[in-house]
Each structure stands twice: as structure tokens, then as C-alpha cells.
């Protein structure tokens, strides 16, 4: 349902969802049920935030538009259960919305613009986060659910997969929303892992070596991180020196970390 009165901001990457077959699809996804703490990025015009309301949630909703906060303060005012935050969920610090009663859920039609480094800055907080469902370009939840050996297993890939076990459920089309934006959307959950699914030593040496690893594509890892470990640390840690990185699984890179970190102390 589009409010006329807000005209989409192409720099805050606007894109508004009206259908009203996907609202109910996500939301029959979400499993939200009362008394839950539920946490909404960019809620836009309230298409979600209503319904969720409706369960009986408390929920807490981040904007960075002030328009889109007036705007949902005038329709919502009504509603003892909802906090708005006039933020930006990049800067925003969402320890801060953890209550006594525990972990928070998450739901969100991110700005594609900014849905990765968002992302990251999420998984700081993994730690209060039950779960997390997202509206993504389809390109970016392809990426992070993709397995070992695919063109579009990533940095990406490797780093959510450490923290999360995703799942994409279902596309959402461009008509879906007004305006309608260039690309194929998808929804994605995430859950964050409760003990993480590999052993690493240090996070910055993770980050660092699949960073680097992924840096230039082609090249082989003999050469790709011939900067953090030489080729003899490869075949040490049984990994061939000849295969590029969007072969490796998860436990390499983990091996390859911890290596880094043992020849850095």
C-alpha cells in the first residue's frame, strides 16, 4: 500500500513493498508470536510493521528518513509496544535494544546499497540476535548461501557461513514494490550459530586471510596469499597450493587462519 504523501528516495535506496501475497508469505515465515522482541530495519511505510504489531510483539523499528518517522509516529502512535528509532542501523548500536527477557529477532527490506556492510556490522552483534530474515537483492543471498566450487562463493560466502546458517526462502519480484527496483529480490534467514562452526583462533587473522584470499579470484592460493603464508604452510595444513580459493571449504580457511596466527605470534 503506498502513501502518496512519501515520494521513494532514490539515496536512501527506497524501495516500498505493496504486495500484499509476499507480506503474507513473509510473515508467515517469521513465526512471530506475542510477548517476542522483534527488530525491524527500514520499515519503510509500516507494510510489516503493522502486521507484526498485530501479533502482539514488542517491537522496536530503526529509520534513517525522518519523513518515514513522522510519518510512522502519526500512524502508529496508537500502539504501546512499538519504540521507533530515528537512526542509521549502520551506526546504530543494537546492544542497547537487549532486555532482561534475552535475545532479540530481526526483519528487514535492506537498502541494497548498503546490505552488506550492514550485514557485518549485524554480525557484531550476533550475540543478542535469535535470527534474522532480510530482504536482499537475489544476487547477494545467492552469494551467501552458496557451497565451495560455485562462481559465486565468496568472501561473503565464507564469512556468513561462519557466523550464520543461511537459508533462502523464497523471490520476490520487481512489481512487488513501488518503485520497482532494477533486480530480483529474495528472502533470506539467517541464524546465527550458537557455537561457531569452525575453531578460530583470532577473527582479524579470519577476515584477513579470506579477504585476501578472494582478493583476485583467478590467481591461484599460492599466490593469492603468498603475503600471510607460503606455499610449504599449505601443504603443511594439507591444502593445495594450486586450487583458487572459491574451491575451499570453510575448515580451510580456518586451518589456514590459525596457521597465520601461530607463524604471527
Known sequence: MTNSTHIPRKRFGQNFLHDQNVIANILASL????DQHWVEIGPGQGALTLPLLKKSVALDVIELDRDLVTLLRNKLNAWPSLTIHS???LKFDFSKLARSSGKFHVV???PYNISTPLLFHLLSYSAYIV???FMLQKEVVDRICSEPGSKKYGRLSVMMQYYCAAECL???YPESFDPPPQVTSA???LIPHEKPPVNIKDLSDFNKVVAQAFSQRRKTLRNSVKTLLSESDLIHLGIDPSVRAETLALDDFAKMSNR???ISI
Open 187 to 189: 528472502i533470506i534467514r
Open 31 to 34: 513465526y512471530a508470536k506475542p
Open 260 to 262: 597465520l596466527t601461530e
Open 170 to 172: 523464497f523471490e520476490v
Open 131 to 133: 535470527d534474522m530474515h
Open 87 to 89: 537512526a542509521d542501523a
Open 108 to 110: 528487514g527490506n535492506l
